[in-house]
């Protein structure tokens, strides 16, 4: 295990870090519930379950985003459901965390090699869209047929069997409909949108039975409704007092005892019976929440995607095609940077500045977005860390005027840095620069109480502060 402060290498049997006197006991935690959170995504992955599976893996990920192995088994279940731009993403981010012997490698070398299917992959991509903006337009023929070249490239984009399958619900084809969605459920047995799509379908072709008796008993088997179990009668134990007198026969006191006794295994007895009700009902109602929620998220997604189309029409007549070249191409220069075992700062800059002129108003996959923004914040870091350790090298060689712009650029790039501004305030300090050096030695006071500047902040204020105090202010010039 790597210090998550300094990076150097802990003992397992350390709670703290030899190097920079970290606690690690916390960090010990999270990475311990972000693998529970992994195995439960493996788990469920295994057993096709690929929607429960980027559930998990999502929450592991937001726990410990540098878990590897969680980010590259998002990768394959984003590859397994078609959706090939966001499995690259996490698997080029995944060698950021973990240049050497990570399984990314594999996996990127597999798709790169193969152009002809990589190729492919992307026109299918575009090719989706097209038929996004057709159904959106009411052509429905024309979205069908670009739909089954979609499926017949790439089988498993669960995206396309979905949209299929509901234009063939709004055609009142449903037998058409089920078998789309059949082969959604082939693919993610426990797609919440395959599931509300069958279940339309069954209410839709129950009266009038117009489905096969095949497909009526295969609707019949994926119904959610369930038989109520009845909850038995409750029967309140009554309390042994012929113990009780038995043991204290003749003794006054013996009635007064058995009172204390009784009275709370009986007010016990009624509290368990009060919590387990109120378990089971707590159950119920989280159970009906995550049914909402899961309806709430999708009609938000469907909402996102509804107002991303009506832009690309309002923009121009026709449509402009989505493009993920140019995002596809920034992350493979980003792989190329990674893969440098020292960027310069000029290089990071000019990585940074591609990456934050890109165009991503018309990116539709959310995924890609969050991927893409998190590639930003990693950059703006390294470069922060960069200028510092120049800076650290003129601060050490008391060179305060070449160290001060260096510190600028840190702090503009890692502005939560406590290192950052504590070396910037000590500057500032050396220059006579006072004013500034009292700001950030309270910004230090005030946003990293925890820091290991944190004393010396507070001494070096108290210096300044008395400084202050025989500086005359300069009057203020009024018209």
Not at 245 to 269: D, E, K, W
Not at 305 to 320: S, V
């Amino acid at each position: 295990m790597n210090c998550p402060k300094c990076g150097q290498e802990i003992s397992r049997r350390r709670k703290r870090c030899e190097i920079c006197g970290q606690d690690i006991s916390v960090y010990e935690r999270l990475v311990y519930i972000s693998n529970s959170y992994y195995n439960k995504g493996l788990e469920k992955a295994r057993v096709r379950d690929l929607s429960g599976a980027i559930d998990m893996l999502k929450k592991s990920l937001e726990i410990n985003k540098e878990n590897t192995d969680a980010r590259n088994l998002l990768g394959l279940v984003y590859f397994e459901m078609g959706e090939v731009v966001a499995a690259l993403s996490e698997w080029v981010i995944s060698q950021n965390f973990q240049p050497q012997d990570n399984d990314a490698d594999y996996f990127l070398k597999k798709v790169q090699s193969d152009t002809v299917a990589f190729d492919g992959m992307n026109q299918t991509i575009k090719k989706f869209n097209i038929a996004l903006v057709n159904a959106k337009r009411q052509d429905d023929d024309l979205a069908i047929l670009q739909l089954k070249r979609v499926i017949s490239q790439n089988p498993k984009f669960v995206r396309a069997l979905l949209l299929l399958a509901l234009i063939y619900m709004k055609n009142c084809e449903y037998e058409k409909a089920r078998r789309c969605l059949v082969r959604v459920q082939k693919i993610d047995v426990a797609n919440v949108t395959a599931l509300r799509y069958l279940e339309e379908i069954r209410l839709n072709t129950q009266p009038g039975g117009q489905t096969t008796q095949e497909g009526n008993k295969e609707f019949e088997e994926s119904s959610f409704s369930s038989q109520i179990v009845p909850v038995t009668s409750y029967r309140e134990e009554k309390p042994n007092f012929m113990a009780f007198i038995t043991f204290f026969l003749g003794i006054l006191i013996g009635v007064a005892v058995i009172y204390f006794m009784a009275v709370p295994n009986i007010r016990q007895s009624i509290k368990e019976d009060y919590n387990k009700k109120e378990r089971n009902y707590s159950a119920v109602i989280s159970a009906k929440d995550v049914e909402i929620s899961t309806l709430k998220s999708n009609i938000r997604i469907l909402e996102t995607k509804i107002e991303d189309l009506e832009r690309i029409i309002r923009r121009e007549e026709g449509y402009t095609l989505i493009d993920y070249e140019p995002y596809i191409d920034l992350m493979y220069a980003y792989q190329e940077y990674l893969k440098q075992e020292a960027p310069t700062v000029e290089q990071t800059e000019n990585l940074l500045y591609d990456a934050k002129n890109l165009d991503m108003t018309d990116m539709t996959d959310l995924s890609a977005v969050a991927l893409y923004e998190d590639m930003i914040a990693v950059l703006e870091n390294k470069a922060g860390t960069l200028y510092f350790e120049e800076a650290v090298l003129l601060y050490g060689n008391n060179n305060m005027e070449g160290a001060l712009p260096l510190l600028e650029q840190a702090y503009y790039y890692t502005p939560d840095n406590a290192e950052v501004v504590y070396h910037l305030a000590r500057t500032c300090h050396e220059l006579g620069d006072l004013f500034r050096a009292k700001d950030f030695y309270e910004m230090i006071l005030e946003k990293h109480q925890y820091s290991t500047r944190y004393q010396e902040a507070e001494t070096y204020l108290g210096y300044v502060t008395e400084a202050l105090k025989n500086v005359t202010p300069t009057p203020v010039v009024t018209e």
